[in-house]
């Protein structure tokens, strides 16, 4: 079945640590996102790519950071910079910009910081 | 930028009622498209409804329909015959088509909690 493969489910990171969240589709999608959920704030854009090895900062890219190395991943990590971690955390994809689909989501990230 | 409004935190529906959520954006493109999420408990997020800007005609799915006013900018969704499976957080979301086909993501209200009673 196709779709978008988040993990782990739940992470845990000490204060000062740098952690990676994964994410994998087989949607064959070109555009991936990554979102930031926190209660009552809806979703927030981080960072999103367009196409392998090209990506640009969201409305709240700092303290984060991603790459783009393969259509089909799309990392995120959160370092030590990010003063707020604790979140939910939301990876999407959708197709390019002449199939006009809605973005589809993984699902999710729980970060802790302990 | 695009900014997307849900006035109300929380809506309480009793089963098999029909019921109506709220949303409003702010936009100065003319061709966008509008979209009705759930996230259930799980937290997945399922996409429910969709509507492009440039269709005068409202979109339903099954039980589910949009009433689009674009001169208003307003988008909400009514749940008709609610279920019990229907209670979750529903997130209104604008996508503009102008941005590289929309591919710089998907804005989103603050969501509204709905709840069903039996």
């Known amino acids: 079945d196709g779709g978008i493969t988040q993990s782990p489910k739940y992470l845990f990171r000490k204060e000062g640590q740098n952690v990676t969240l994964s994410c994998e589709q087989n949607?064959?999608?070109?555009?991936m996102y990554w979102y930031r959920q926190d209660p009552g704030q809806g979703l927030r854009l981080i960072y999103y790519s367009q196409i392998v090895n090209d990506f640009q900062k969201g409305d709240i890219a700092e303290g984060y950071s991603v790459s783009r190395e393969k259509k089909e991943s799309f990392p995120l990590t959160v370092t030590s910079a990010q003063k707020n971690p604790t979140a939910f955390y939301l990876c999407?994809?959708?197709?390019?910009?002449?199939?006009?689909?809605?973005?589809?989501f993984g699902q999710g990230t729980r970060l802790t910081v302990v | 930028a695009q900014t997307v409004t849900q006035s109300q935190p929380e809506m309480s529906v009793q089963e098999a009622e029909t019921v109506t959520l709220s949303c409003t954006y702010d936009?100065?493109?003319?061709?966008?498209?509008l979209f009705w999420y759930k996230q259930p408990p799980s937290r997945q997020m399922i996409l429910v409804i969709r509507?492009?800007?440039?269709?005068?005609q409202n979109a339903t799915e099954n039980r589910f329909s949009v009433n689009f006013q674009k001169a208003a900018k307003s988008f909400s969704l009514k749940i008709s015959d609610s279920q019990l499976g229907d209670a979750a957080m529903y997130f209104c979301?604008?996508?503009?088509?102008?941005?590289?086909?929309?591919?710089?993501?998907?804005?989103f209200g603050k969501g509204t909690h709905l709840i069903i009673q039996p």
């Open positions: 999407a994809s959708s197709g390019d910009r002449y199939s006009n689909t809605e973005a589809f």
């Open positions: 509507q492009e800007a440039y269709k005068q």
């Open positions: 949607l064959n999608h070109d555009a």
């Open positions: 979301a604008y996508r503009s088509e102008y941005s590289g086909g929309g591919a710089d993501g998907l804005t």
């Open positions: 936009t100065s493109e003319s061709d966008y498209y």
